[in-house]
């Protein structure tokens, strides 16, 4: 079945993320591929970063694990929500590692398989998830593949980096385990203190530029691309779009796209967004509706009915017109895009 959205994704640009954070980190470096590789599909992510050279990978929960299917030998599967109640059989009869977050968690996987090893969260300071440093009593008896805590501030110049730095390091001195972790995409831009053992990136991998030190280095890797529906003048005078927040000065060439708000092109993108055609940037007119958008095409005189655009979505461009996180701009993403890895 034909579909008018195109996600173009990028491998090489990935694995060469990938390499570069590997690298300025100095040490191990995993890879998150929750949420179904931030958008763009975790099990073809998990394959070109094995390739690459990625051995440690992270989901959320153990549904996203079972989606995965095998992983390949050599490598390992993580899931960082733990384990609850209801997770106890999926954990039992999965490979992956669980991280364990609380005190109750600890107790539950003691009581199901003291014998397996396990990854173990430190809350540091994000007070999210993750047993406080007074709570690591807890874990004697554990056979702790990797403990790790987890940066609230790295995209910023905060003084809490530091203070979570220095708070684990603590607790690595007083819990013996295989690695530790702390860094994220952006802990990896605050230089090797925060590198420890093992990396565990998400955003840059799939081409978000997490602080300044990146720019420059980290490549675009998804590319949407739309076709068009309808070419057509919008005369002087007549508006274009709902609530006619667009009102045309002068005869104006548009082109109709088949994407909208249900896509994940957001109403952020309002009179902000734009696509390309070869060298030409066409701006947004108007409101974004839940399926189509309208671009000014009069720089674009060859554009028709069925030909493609690509929208503007390098990320950090894409999160200030919109005011949206790169982060939300890749996970909402939807399911009405054909994928094509090249």
């Known amino acids: 079945m034909h579909r008018p959205l195109r996600l173009t994704l990028d491998r090489a640009a990935l694995q060469h993320n990938w390499r570069w954070l590997a690298e300025r980190a100095g040490t191990a470096c995993g890879a998150a591929i929750k949420a179904d590789g931030y958008g763009l599909g975790a099990r073809d992510a998990m394959a070109a970063l094995i390739e690459a050279g990625a051995r440690d990978f992270f ?69 999210r998830l993750g047993l406080r440093p007074d709570e690591v009593g807890s874990l004697e008896g554990l056979t702790i593949d990797t403990l790790m805590s987890h940066l609230a501030c790295a995209d910023e110049d905060h003084p809490l980096n530091a203070t979570q730095l220095e708070r684990f390091r603590a607790v690595v001195a007083a819990v ?34 997490p602080r300044r030190e990146a720019q420059g280095n980290i490549r675009q890797v998804a590319h949407v691309e739309v076709q068009i529906v309808q070419r057509r003048t919008i005369h002087a005078g007549e508006s274009c779009g709902y609530g006619a927040t667009f009102v045309a000065e002068v005869d104006t060439e548009a082109a109709i796209l088949n994407i909208g708000y249900a896509d994940g092109y957001l109403r952020g993108f309002s009179a902000a967004g734009s696509a390309f055609a070869g060298e030409f940037a066409l701006p947004v007119l108007g409101r974004v509706s839940m399926d189509l958008i309208a671009i000014d095409c009069d720089a674009a005189p060859d554009l028709n009915e069925g030909d493609w655009v690509e929208i503007d979505y390098d990320l950090p461009t894409a999160s200030a017109q919109s005011g949206m996180s790169q982060y939300e701009l890749l996970t909402t993403l939807g399911d009405r895009f054909e994928k094509k890895w090249r």
């Open 59 to 127: 989901v959320s929960t153990w549904a996203e694990a079972a989606e995965l299917g095998p992983v390949s030998e050599g490598a390992s599967l993580v899931v960082l929500h733990g384990v609850g109640v209801e997770d106890i059989e999926a954990a039992l009869g999965s490979p992956a590692r669980p991280t364990l977050n609380s005190v109750e968690q600890v107790a539950r996987w003691k009581d199901i398989a003291p014998e397996r090893p396990c990854d173990v969260m430190i809350d540091t300071g994000i007070n």
């Open 176 to 209: 013996p385990a295989k690695r530790y972790s702390l860094a994220n995409s952006a802990g990896i831009c605050l230089g090797r203190d925060f590198a420890l053992d093992l990396v565990r990136p998400g955003l840059a991998l799939y081409g978000g530029v």
